[in-house]
């Protein structure tokens, strides 16, 4: 069993009558990179400023290594670098300004770590914050979160506004982050993000979290899609009791949560003049979630 390092209990979050998020647990391991998905609405930004303790809560705690985290814990804090969702800065100050205020704050020396990020990010210190494009001023939220080598990232949609190029050499420090064995939190809407570098994610949806897998096996759902032509459709339907997703002339297309030799064995009984099976995407399983009981595939 690894160390817990972030546990999240029965939050809920009101905003007056406004639903925020509810009743929401979850653990985060160490050494692993999770990633909260959800769309735009859905509670990602609400539930981490909740463990930021930038809002209060309506009731539910937030533990930092067995600890109830508090706003004025300097020690925990210390340990957690956070990148919000919009970044707020001082707009008359240039990067470097910045960077050299940042650095006054903290005793050990983080000068080294700051000169290997503006690099790695290719950030220009000259130029002030008001000037910076959203992409920058993205790269300047990651440096100021990283840049005191937290033990814990806590990342509100850190891409949005980067180019695909910024985005694999974030990608890349991060994994490097991983290896070091510290544990990220990793709100996105963007799909493929947790399949290339998160271990787990949670799916929000709704202020609630309705689901926490491994993406390896969410991947390996076991859903398929299968397309059939046959004269005997209709009772195939009625022998599977499937939902049609597609349907023409002699030919149907349904999700498939059966194994496929039990497939093959309830097809068997028919005469099939063409059959196609596909590895459901990552993006169906993520839709089947969201779309609950209206979507085609719901569970068997
Ligand atoms: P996400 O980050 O997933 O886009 P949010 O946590 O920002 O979602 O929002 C969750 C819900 O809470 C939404 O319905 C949103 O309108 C509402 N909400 C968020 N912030 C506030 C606020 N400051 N005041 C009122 N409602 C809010
Ligand atoms: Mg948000």
Known sequence: MKKII???QNLTKYYGKIK?????????????????????????????RSVMNLINKTSGKVLIENKEFNKD???????????????????DLTVKEMLD?????????????????????????????????????????IILALVHEPKILIL??????????????FY??????????????YSTHILNEVSKICDRVGIIKDGHLIKIEKVEDLSKKGLTFVTITSEEVKEIVKDLRIDIIFEEGNTIKFGNVLPHDELIKKLSK????????EEA???????????GDQGCLKEK
């Open 156 to 169: 509100d949609e850190p891409t949005s506004g980067l180019d695909p190029i910024m985005q694999n050499v």
């Open 172 to 185: 890349n420090i991060l994994k490097e982050e991983k290896l070091k064995g510290n544990t990220i939190f």
């Open 270 to 277: 028919h005469k099939i003049d063409r059959i196609l099976i």
């Open 101 to 141: 205020y940042h650095e006054s704050f903290y005793k050990k020396d983080i000068h080294k770590k700051r000169i290997e990020l503006v690099k790695k990010l290719e950030l220009d210190e000259k130029k002030k914050i008001e000037d910076l494009s959203l992409g920058n001023l993205k790269k300047l939220g």
């Open 20 to 48: 925020g998020v509810e009743n929401l647990s979850l653990t985060l391991e160490e050494g692993e990179i999770f990633g909260f998905i959800g769309p735009n609405g859905s509670g990602k930004s609400t539930t981490i």
């Open 6 to 8: 972030l546990e999240i």
């Open 281 to 291: 995407t990552l993006e169906d399983v993520f839709l089947h979630y969201y779309e």
């Open 73 to 91: 814990d300097i020690e925990i804090k210390e340990k957690i670098g956070y990148l919000p969702s919009e970044i707020n800065l001082y707009d």
